[in-house]
């Protein structure tokens, strides 16, 4: 069987990060294959890729001035010269992006993600006068990661602007200096006051997440979610693990995640079953001398319909 050839986009408007997301996120994760990147580099920002990186990286760059230059005799001139382990196309973001995914590639050519970058400094004046043209780049992205926010850029609003469009996207905010600026309350797509709290289908990575790191925000309040009903080897009968299949990085690395709940013993629940679920958090440990982490009990169980999307993203 033919091994498939990935192709990774990045987008984002003019000087918006993409480079520094190709150079340092990018060509730095495990799944990069060895061998020739083939960069396809459709405008240039202040950032470049200088003679010495793209040797270090045993890349290749070849600059597109026009749209009309992406097509199908040009992809398959480019696998016939170079024969890429990988391709890599940092998009112009004032072209559709709808117009680049329905572009006829080699047969050996797969999109195996779409990345976004967004200049935080500009978020504002983008969402309320530049709303459409924005998220029309967005609405594909499976990361988005917002940069050099300034200090009360408003978070909440593009999240919420960007789940109506994208809600499976994962949003990193950075701050001035690049660090990861840390989600709140006022971040997180489900309002943690209402009783029981409703995390939709799309939102458990979110909550998976944020379970761990806030336990205060959650102690001995109600949750509700639907969820796929499973038992690891060795547990015990009164308990099971409400989970959701979680893509942390790539379709190669897609896993089940939950937390332990433990149920009344006359309740009868069917593994692989999904369920709605009704649950009181505890943040404990499981057994004696364990680290304490979320502990469930179960309040109320019903049987659900599986979601529309099999899996969903981390955090």
């Known amino acids: 069987m033919m091994e498939p050839t990935p192709v990774y986009i990045c987008t984002g408007f003019l000087d918006s990060g993409k ?12 799944w990069i294959e060895p061998g020739l990147t083939l960069l396809i580099l459709c405008e240039e920002g202040e950032e470049e890729y200088s003679k010495e990186y793209l040797e270090e990286n045993d890349m290749v760059l070849l600059k597109i001035d026009k749209f009309e230059q992406l097509n199908a005799a040009f992809f398959t001139n480019c696998e016939k010269n170079y024969h890429p382990a990988q391709v890599v196309i940092e998009y112009n973001g004032m072209w559709k992006l709808e117009d680049l995914l329905q572009l006829k590639y080699p047969r050996k050519w797969q999109i195996q993600g779409i990345y976004s970058t967004v200049n935080g400094t500009t978020l504002d004046m983008y969402l309320k006068n530049m709303r459409n043209m924005l998220m029309e780049q967005l609405t594909e992205s499976e990361l988005i990661i917002i940069n050099r926010c300034p200090e009360g850029v408003d978070r909440s609003g593009f999240r919420r602007a960007l789940k109506v469009q994208n809600p499976m996207a994962q949003l990193i905010f950075e701050g001035m200096d690049g660090k990861i600026i840390q989600p709140t309350a006022e971040d997180l797509p489900f309002d943690i006051k209402e009783n ?14 944020d379970a761990y790191d806030h336990p205060d925000q959650y102690m001995d309040k109600e949750i509700e979610f639907v969820a796929q009903a499973f ?14 299949k979680i893509m942390t990085c790539c379709a190669d690395d897609v896993r089940l995640y939950g937390y332990p709940c433990k149920i009344p013993k006359v309740t009868n629940i069917q593994m692989q079953k999904w369920y709605r679920v009704r649950v009181r958090y505890s943040f404990e440990p499981t057994e004696p001398f364990a680290p304490e982490q979320p502990i469930l009990y179960l309040m109320h169980i019903e049987p659900a319909e599986a979601p529309e999307q099999d899996y969903v993203y981390l955090g």
């Open 231 to 244: 038992r690891p080897k060795g547990m015990k009968n009164d308990m099971f693990v409400p989970v959701r």
């Open 19 to 30: 480079t520094l997301l190709v150079k340092d996120t990018l060509m730095e994760q495990e």
């Open 196 to 209: 029981p709290i409703k995390i939709e289908d799309e939102d458990f990575g979110i909550w998976y997440v």
